[in-house]
Protein backbone atom coordinates (compact mmCIF):
# COMPACT_ATOMS: atom_id res chain seq x y z
CA UNK A 1 0.00 0.00 0.00
CA UNK A 2 1.33 3.38 -1.04
CA UNK A 3 1.03 6.22 2.03
CA UNK A 4 -1.39 7.81 0.16
CA UNK A 5 -4.03 4.25 -0.05
CA UNK A 6 -3.31 4.23 3.50
CA UNK A 7 -4.63 7.54 4.93
CA UNK A 8 -7.77 6.90 2.70
CA UNK A 9 -8.19 3.77 4.11
CA UNK A 10 -7.72 5.12 7.68
CA UNK A 11 -10.39 8.26 6.89
CA UNK A 12 -12.89 5.78 5.04
CA UNK A 13 -12.38 3.71 8.63
CA UNK A 14 -12.60 6.84 10.96
CA UNK A 15 -15.46 8.10 9.08
CA UNK A 16 -17.71 5.16 9.31
CA UNK A 17 -16.70 5.03 13.16
CA UNK A 18 -17.36 8.08 14.14
CA UNK A 19 -20.95 8.62 12.37
CA UNK A 20 -21.45 5.48 14.33
CA UNK A 21 -20.34 6.45 17.66
CA UNK A 22 -23.60 9.37 16.87
CA UNK A 23 -25.74 6.59 15.68
CA UNK A 24 -25.78 6.91 12.57
CA UNK A 25 -24.94 4.12 10.30
CA UNK A 26 -23.23 4.72 7.08
CA UNK A 27 -22.42 2.55 4.29
CA UNK A 28 -18.52 1.18 3.22
CA UNK A 29 -17.03 4.74 1.62
CA UNK A 30 -17.00 4.63 -2.27
CA UNK A 31 -15.50 6.97 -4.63
CA UNK A 32 -18.10 8.77 -7.14
CA UNK A 33 -16.94 8.29 -10.84
CA UNK A 34 -18.06 11.84 -11.63
CA UNK A 35 -17.64 15.14 -9.49
CA UNK A 36 -20.33 17.10 -10.46
CA UNK A 37 -23.44 15.08 -8.44
CA UNK A 38 -22.06 16.26 -5.31
CA UNK A 39 -24.18 18.28 -3.18
CA UNK A 40 -22.23 19.36 -0.07
CA UNK A 41 -23.82 22.84 1.29
CA UNK A 42 -21.72 23.37 4.42
CA UNK A 43 -18.28 22.02 5.17
CA UNK A 44 -15.38 22.09 7.71
CA UNK A 45 -11.26 21.92 6.70
CA UNK A 46 -8.56 21.24 9.10
CA UNK A 47 -4.79 20.99 8.08
CA UNK A 48 -2.22 19.29 9.60
CA UNK A 49 1.58 19.00 9.74
CA UNK A 50 4.09 16.35 10.74
CA UNK A 51 7.77 15.59 10.04
CA UNK A 52 7.20 13.86 7.15
CA UNK A 53 3.68 14.79 5.97
CA UNK A 54 1.29 18.03 5.65
CA UNK A 55 -2.23 18.33 4.19
CA UNK A 56 -5.72 19.39 4.72
CA UNK A 57 -8.40 17.35 5.16
CA UNK A 58 -12.38 18.86 4.62
CA UNK A 59 -15.31 16.72 5.55
CA UNK A 60 -18.52 18.37 3.65
CA UNK A 61 -22.35 17.20 4.13
CA UNK A 62 -25.20 17.77 2.37
CA UNK A 63 -28.41 18.59 4.92
CA UNK A 64 -29.77 15.38 4.97
CA UNK A 65 -26.61 13.82 6.60
CA UNK A 66 -25.77 16.87 8.79
CA UNK A 67 -29.40 16.71 9.92
CA UNK A 68 -29.32 12.67 10.33
CA UNK A 69 -26.22 13.59 12.44
CA UNK A 70 -26.86 16.55 14.62
CA UNK A 71 -27.46 15.47 18.21
CA UNK A 72 -29.36 18.77 19.18
CA UNK A 73 -31.38 20.83 17.41
CA UNK A 74 -30.33 23.91 18.65
CA UNK A 75 -26.63 23.36 16.91
CA UNK A 76 -26.34 25.50 14.27
CA UNK A 77 -25.23 23.57 11.01
CA UNK A 78 -21.90 25.66 10.86
CA UNK A 79 -20.61 24.46 14.34
CA UNK A 80 -21.76 20.95 14.15
CA UNK A 81 -19.49 20.28 10.83
CA UNK A 82 -16.41 22.07 12.35
CA UNK A 83 -16.87 19.73 15.49
CA UNK A 84 -17.01 16.23 13.33
CA UNK A 85 -14.35 17.61 11.38
CA UNK A 86 -12.25 17.67 14.51
CA UNK A 87 -13.28 14.89 15.76
CA UNK A 88 -12.70 12.76 12.28
CA UNK A 89 -9.37 14.24 12.55
CA UNK A 90 -8.89 13.77 15.77
CA UNK A 91 -9.63 10.42 15.21
CA UNK A 92 -7.01 9.86 12.25
CA UNK A 93 -4.29 11.91 14.28
CA UNK A 94 -4.83 8.94 16.43
CA UNK A 95 -4.96 6.18 13.95
CA UNK A 96 -1.45 7.49 12.15
CA UNK A 97 0.41 7.05 15.62
CA UNK A 98 -0.24 3.52 15.64
CA UNK A 99 2.27 3.92 12.09
CA UNK A 100 4.52 6.29 14.77
CA UNK A 101 3.65 9.06 13.03
CA UNK A 102 2.24 12.44 14.93
CA UNK A 103 0.79 15.47 13.61
CA UNK A 104 -0.02 18.73 14.68
CA UNK A 105 -3.42 19.97 13.70
CA UNK A 106 -5.08 23.64 13.50
CA UNK A 107 -8.81 24.41 14.50
CA UNK A 108 -11.54 24.21 12.04
CA UNK A 109 -12.48 26.51 9.35
CA UNK A 110 -16.19 26.32 8.02
CA UNK A 111 -17.05 26.80 4.36
CA UNK A 112 -20.97 27.23 2.86
CA UNK A 113 -21.95 27.20 -0.06
CA UNK A 114 -23.48 25.44 -3.38
CA UNK A 115 -21.99 21.85 -4.57
CA UNK A 116 -18.95 22.49 -2.44
CA UNK A 117 -15.63 20.87 -4.22
CA UNK A 118 -12.27 20.80 -4.21
CA UNK A 119 -10.04 20.81 -6.89
CA UNK A 120 -7.12 18.56 -5.97
CA UNK A 121 -4.50 16.79 -7.40
CA UNK A 122 -4.85 13.52 -9.09
CA UNK A 123 -8.17 11.38 -8.03
CA UNK A 124 -10.42 14.67 -6.74
CA UNK A 125 -13.23 12.45 -6.23
CA UNK A 126 -14.11 12.65 -2.16
CA UNK A 127 -14.35 9.32 -0.14
CA UNK A 128 -18.64 9.10 0.33
CA UNK A 129 -20.03 8.10 3.65
CA UNK A 130 -23.97 7.37 2.48
CA UNK A 131 -26.14 8.24 6.27
CA UNK A 132 -29.75 7.10 5.24
CA UNK A 133 -30.64 9.80 2.94
CA UNK A 134 -27.44 11.70 3.05
CA UNK A 135 -24.19 12.03 2.03
CA UNK A 136 -20.95 13.03 3.64
CA UNK A 137 -17.74 13.58 1.90
CA UNK A 138 -13.75 13.40 2.98
CA UNK A 139 -11.47 15.11 0.45
CA UNK A 140 -7.80 14.17 2.18
CA UNK A 141 -5.19 16.45 0.41
CA UNK A 142 -1.48 14.69 1.67
CA UNK A 143 2.01 15.59 0.71
CA UNK A 144 4.20 12.99 1.99
CA UNK A 145 8.28 13.28 1.84
CA UNK A 146 9.49 10.90 -0.61
CA UNK A 147 10.45 7.46 0.46
CA UNK A 148 7.77 7.54 3.35
CA UNK A 149 7.11 4.12 4.12
CA UNK A 150 3.64 3.24 6.58
CA UNK A 151 4.14 0.65 8.79
CA UNK A 152 1.41 -0.63 10.86
CA UNK A 153 3.33 -0.99 14.55
CA UNK A 154 0.10 -1.71 16.96
CA UNK A 155 1.17 0.05 20.57
CA UNK A 156 3.21 1.90 19.02
CA UNK A 157 2.13 4.74 20.88
CA UNK A 158 -0.56 4.03 23.61
CA UNK A 159 -3.79 6.17 23.01
CA UNK A 160 -6.64 6.06 25.52
CA UNK A 161 -9.81 4.49 24.58
CA UNK A 162 -12.67 6.69 23.33
CA UNK A 163 -16.03 7.51 25.30
CA UNK A 164 -14.22 6.02 28.75
CA UNK A 165 -13.15 8.32 31.38
CA UNK A 166 -9.62 8.06 32.48
CA UNK A 167 -9.22 9.06 36.04
CA UNK A 168 -5.99 9.89 38.05
CA UNK B 1 -27.49 24.73 45.64
CA UNK B 2 -26.63 22.85 42.49
CA UNK B 3 -23.31 22.65 41.80
CA UNK B 4 -21.63 24.76 39.06
CA UNK B 5 -19.23 23.56 36.62
CA UNK B 6 -17.37 25.19 33.79
CA UNK B 7 -17.11 23.59 30.91
CA UNK B 8 -14.30 25.10 28.17
CA UNK B 9 -14.31 24.48 24.57
CA UNK B 10 -13.99 25.95 21.05
CA UNK B 11 -16.58 24.43 20.27
CA UNK B 12 -20.12 25.62 20.81
CA UNK B 13 -21.78 21.93 19.51
CA UNK B 14 -19.29 20.36 22.21
CA UNK B 15 -20.49 23.06 25.08
CA UNK B 16 -23.83 22.23 24.21
CA UNK B 17 -24.13 18.51 24.34
CA UNK B 18 -21.73 19.00 27.73
CA UNK B 19 -24.32 20.98 29.14
CA UNK B 20 -27.17 19.03 28.38
CA UNK B 21 -25.73 16.24 30.16
CA UNK B 22 -24.86 17.65 32.63
CA UNK B 23 -27.62 19.62 33.44
CA UNK B 24 -29.78 16.35 33.02
CA UNK B 25 -27.30 15.43 35.83
CA UNK B 26 -28.55 18.27 38.09
CA UNK B 27 -25.38 20.49 37.71
CA UNK B 28 -25.51 23.99 36.51
CA UNK B 29 -22.95 24.71 33.87
CA UNK B 30 -21.13 28.13 33.21
CA UNK B 31 -19.64 27.73 29.43
CA UNK B 32 -16.23 29.03 27.90
CA UNK B 33 -14.76 29.21 24.43
CA UNK B 34 -11.17 29.21 26.06
CA UNK B 35 -8.38 29.11 28.48
CA UNK B 36 -8.46 32.49 29.08
CA UNK B 37 -12.14 32.94 29.29
CA UNK B 38 -12.37 29.48 31.22
CA UNK B 39 -10.03 31.49 34.17
CA UNK B 40 -12.43 34.69 33.98
CA UNK B 41 -15.58 32.18 34.50
CA UNK B 42 -13.54 29.65 37.08
CA UNK B 43 -14.75 31.14 40.18
CA UNK B 44 -17.69 29.66 42.42
CA UNK B 45 -17.09 26.12 40.01
CA UNK B 46 -16.88 23.23 41.63
CA UNK B 47 -14.66 21.58 38.50
CA UNK B 48 -14.00 22.24 35.15
CA UNK B 49 -14.17 20.08 32.03
CA UNK B 50 -11.82 21.23 29.35
CA UNK B 51 -10.73 20.73 25.82
CA UNK B 52 -7.15 20.58 24.60
CA UNK B 53 -6.89 22.39 21.53
CA UNK B 54 -8.26 25.92 21.78
CA UNK B 55 -7.70 29.25 20.29
CA UNK B 56 -5.81 31.69 22.58
CA UNK B 57 -5.06 28.92 25.58
CA UNK B 58 -5.24 25.38 25.41
CA UNK B 59 -6.08 22.75 27.74
CA UNK B 60 -2.87 22.24 29.22
CA UNK B 61 -1.91 25.82 29.77
CA UNK B 62 -5.44 25.91 31.45
CA UNK B 63 -5.03 22.94 33.77
CA UNK B 64 -1.62 24.55 34.64
CA UNK B 65 -2.96 27.50 35.80
CA UNK B 66 -6.09 26.46 37.02
CA UNK B 67 -5.50 22.98 38.89
CA UNK B 68 -4.29 24.49 42.14
CA UNK B 69 -8.50 26.11 42.53
CA UNK B 70 -10.67 23.14 41.35
CA UNK B 71 -10.54 19.66 39.50
CA UNK B 72 -10.23 19.42 36.00
CA UNK B 73 -10.87 16.49 33.56
CA UNK B 74 -10.07 16.67 29.87
CA UNK B 75 -12.47 16.21 27.50
CA UNK B 76 -10.77 16.06 23.77
CA UNK B 77 -10.10 14.24 20.37
CA UNK B 78 -6.74 13.96 21.81
CA UNK B 79 -5.39 10.34 22.97
CA UNK B 80 -1.75 9.92 23.19
CA UNK B 81 -0.16 8.55 26.20
CA UNK B 82 2.16 11.76 26.43
CA UNK B 83 -0.27 14.24 26.33
CA UNK B 84 -2.43 12.58 29.00
CA UNK B 85 0.99 12.63 31.02
CA UNK B 86 1.42 16.42 30.72
CA UNK B 87 -1.93 17.01 31.86
CA UNK B 88 -1.71 14.50 35.01
CA UNK B 89 1.74 16.52 35.75
CA UNK B 90 -0.05 19.69 35.28
CA UNK B 91 -2.58 18.66 37.98
CA UNK B 92 -5.38 17.92 35.77
CA UNK B 93 -7.79 15.13 37.45
CA UNK B 94 -8.56 13.04 34.40
CA UNK B 95 -8.69 12.19 30.52
CA UNK B 96 -11.63 11.53 28.19
CA UNK B 97 -11.66 11.12 24.39
CA UNK B 98 -14.50 12.48 21.68
CA UNK B 99 -17.36 11.42 21.40
CA UNK B 100 -18.04 11.44 25.09
CA UNK B 101 -20.67 8.90 26.57
CA UNK B 102 -22.94 10.94 29.04
CA UNK B 103 -23.10 8.34 31.40
CA UNK B 104 -19.23 7.78 31.40
CA UNK B 105 -19.01 11.72 32.17
CA UNK B 106 -21.60 12.38 34.44
CA UNK B 107 -20.17 9.26 36.13
CA UNK B 108 -16.90 10.71 36.08
CA UNK B 109 -18.52 13.65 37.20
CA UNK B 110 -20.42 12.96 40.07
CA UNK B 111 -17.00 11.00 41.37
CA UNK B 112 -15.02 14.35 41.56
CA UNK B 113 -17.83 16.65 42.81
CA UNK B 114 -20.44 14.53 43.97
MG1 LIG C 1 -11.02 22.32 20.34
Not at chain 1, 14 to 35: D, I, K, N, Q, W
Not at chain 1, 49 to 78: F, V
Not at chain 1, 108 to 131: F, H, K, N, Q, Y
Request: with cysteine.
Amino acid sequence: MTPHETFAALLSECGRALFEAYGVSSTEASRPARVEGLDARVAAIIGFTGDSLRGSLMLGMNPEALEASRQTERDRPQDWIAELTNQLVGRFKNRLAAYDVDIVITTPLVIRGERLSPVMDGDAAPLVWTLGEGRAYGWLDVEVQPGLELVERPGAAAVAAEGEALLF
Amino acid sequence: MNKRILVVDDSPSVRQQVAMCLEQGGYQVVEANDGVEGLERLGGCAMAICDVNMPRMGGIEFAEKAAGAVPIVMLTTEGRAELIAKARAAGAKGWMVKPFKPEQLLSAVKKIVG
